[in-house]
């Protein structure tokens, strides 16, 4: 599937003995296979991936110890060492103590220009699961309590202590 469905490794015809030219596409499929640019590019990011880890990771510590003390959102709890984990998300929650909701709070932060997302939107929610298999939220008590609370904060490598602390002090005006 990951070649347009065909039925062989079509790179074989180049590199195998007896090769031969012949084949099928048994199913429609798509094309996964990555441009040499993007390989390139890869490659060439793979030799800095430590050091892009070590910078999400000193995001990540400054969060800690900047929102430690907010008792209005729980923070990412890391069961292993922070040099351990590779920080590619810091996700907050807010909780019953939040005088604001997730979404009132998104928009306060993009209008101070700090951009956030949420994650990991729960399956019974998707439109395909929850229809296929008659998923209701009520059945997902704990799911629904962190879904409606979630977002994720900033965090690359570059971002500056002037930065992290403008989103620190932001998210903080506006849940104190």
Known sequence: M?????????????????????????????????????????LAQLE?????????????????????DVDCIDLPVNKGTVEGHSWHLYPIVLNERAKTGRNDLISKLNAAGIGTSVHYKPIHRMTYWR????????????????????????IYPGMTPEELGYVTDTLKSLLL
């Open 2 to 42: 990951r070649l347009h469905g065909i039925n062989r490794d079509i790179w074989d015809r180049f590199t195998a003995k007896n090769a031969k030219w012949e084949y099928d596409v048994i199913a429609p499929g798509f094309k996964y296979n990555m441009p040499d640019l993007n390989a390139a590019v890869g």
């Open 48 to 68: 800095r991936a430590e050091e892009f880890r070590a910078g999400r990771q000193r995001c990540a510590e400054h969060y800690y110890s900047q929102l430690g």
């Open 131 to 154: 229809e296929r298999y008659q998923l209701k939220p009520e059945d997902f008590p704990v799911a629904e309590k962190i879904w409606k609370g979630n977002l994720s904060l900033p």
